[in-house]
Structures are given as structure tokens and as C-alpha cells.
């Protein structure tokens, strides 16, 4: 069966640190990867997505995420963390008909 | 815009009642997906509609759970005699569509934390 691990539970950084968290999926065929976010008392958002294309992909907020085929690997990264990106992180891989996959996520904790 | 709503936001009942967990997609979105989301955990995917017929359904923990979309908008997941394992955030999303092209981000509503006592 299809899966997405993500490799941390919880990351705390200070402000101005850069991020990166970790997701690998299972699946060797189509491709379609996704991070999506969950700051507190809000619904998931999407980040960014992957389907094909530029492997280096940018998103909202100055995220970006790589796309490494040969690792199975679509980690997210920013150069400079804030206090506002306190959040939960989920990366996800989409199955046939659109449904998600998701990791079991990571809680990034930025302190000021 | 109006986004995906969920209603209600909170439900605790006890164990062994029926509920039900509405979800109001986009307006436009014929695709409509349902995924359940534990405590420490990701979401889990349930069920999702193309338009009023349920297209898979293989996410669906057992036959206590079941779930309708009669007029190809707003959908009812049904739960019959609950079970304090059920407990968990109800998440519900939509999409323009799970058929055609690949570039369609599902937007989430709120979910409903549900709660079996």
C-alpha cells in the first residue's frame, strides 16, 4: 500500500534558523506531492504541490520543496524561519481519484 | 469567497448513538472527499464522491460508517452506534474535480471533533 513517513514529530527552532523536514512516499509510479499546513485553530492549507516539471518547487510563504525521484523524497525547506510559522506540516501524495496520503506530520514550534 | 463548511464544529454524544457530520462543498467543486485525523496523527482518508456517487469508498473503517451526497452538494457521514474509537476531527474537502486533470488542491473545511463518550 501507498505511504508518506515523515521523519520528525516535533522541531523547534529559534527565529531566523532554517528549516527542513523530512517526507518520503512509498509509491514509484505517478507522482503528485503535496505539503499542506495547519496553523493553530485553522483548517489545512495548501503549501505547494508537485505533479511534474522543475524539481525545486516554491510555494506561499517563502517554502520551497525538492523533489528527489532516486531518494523517494519531497522535503520542505525555508531559509528563515519566523514565529509565525508555528504550525503543523503535513506532506501528502495523491491517489487515484484525488485522494491523499498523508504523513503523519510534523509540529514545528519557532520560538522568538 | 465561502469556503468548505463543516457543521457541527463539536459533537460529544455517548456511546452506542447515531450522528451525523455535515459537510457544504465549494460552490462549483464536484468532488468531495471525507478523511478522518486522530489525535498525533495525519488525516486518514474515508470516502470520496464524484458528483452524487460515492467513487471510492475504501477508506471506510467498517459498515457503521456510511455516507451520502443525494444531490451532488453538500454531504452526510453517518455513524450508527458509535464507539468511543470514533472519536477523532472529521475533516471534510473539495476539488473542481477528481476526474479531469491533475492540478485540482482540495481546500478543507474546519472538521468536526467528535467525541464518544
Known amino acids: 500500500a501507498q505511504s508518506v513517513s515523515q521523519h520528525n514529530h516535533h522541531v523547534i527552532l529559534s527565529e531566523a534558523a532554517s528549516l527542513e523536514l523530512g517526507c518520503n512516499y512509498s509509491y514509484g509510479g505517478t507522482v503528485n506531492l503535496f505539503w499542506y499546513v495547519q496553523y493553530p485553530g485553522q483548517h489545512l492549507q495548501l503549501l505547494l504541490k508537485?505533479?511534474?516539471?522543475?524539481?525545486l518547487v516554491k510555494g506561499i510563504k517563502g517554502f520551497e520543496a525538492e523533489f528527489i525521484k532516486s531518494k523517494f523524497s519531497f522535503n520542505l525547506r525555508k531559509p528563515s524561519v519566523q514565529w509565525s510559522d508555528t504550525a503543523e506540516y503535513f506532506c501528502?501524495?495523491?491517489?487515484?481519484?484525488?485522494?491523499?496520503?498523508f504523513g503523519q506530520g510534523t509540529e514545528l514550534s519557532v520560538k522568538p | 469567497g465561502a469556503g468548505v463548511s463543516q457543521t457541527p464544529s463539536n459533537k460529544v454524544t455517548e456511546k452506542g448513538k447515531y450522528v451525523e457530520l455535515r459537510c457544504d462543498p465549494i460552490s462549483g467543486h464536484t468532488a468531495l472527499y471525507w478523511y478522518r485525523q486522530s489525535l498525533g496523527q495525519g488525516p486518514e482518508f474515508l470516502i470520496y464522491?464524484?458528483?452524487?456517487?460515492?467513487?471510492?469508498d475504501s477508506g471506510l473503517p467498517n459498515d457503521r460508517f456510511f455516507a451520502v451526497r443525494p444531490e451532488g452538494s453538500v454531504s452526510t457521514l453517518k455513524i450508527q452506534r458509535t464507539e468511543r474509537g470514533d472519536s477523532a476531527v472529521y475533516l471534510c474537502?473539495?476539488?473542481?474535480?477528481?476526474?479531469?486533470?491533475?492540478?485540482?488542491?482540495?481546500?478543507f473545511g474546519d472538521g468536526t471533533r467528535l467525541s464518544i463518550l
Open positions: 464522491f464524484q458528483g452524487t456517487g460515492a467513487a471510492d
Open positions: 508537485y505533479f511534474s516539471g522543475d524539481p
Open positions: 474537502a473539495s476539488s473542481l474535480s477528481a476526474a479531469t486533470g491533475r492540478n485540482q488542491p482540495q481546500h
Open positions: 501528502a501524495w495523491r491517489g487515484q481519484g484525488g485522494k491523499l496520503i
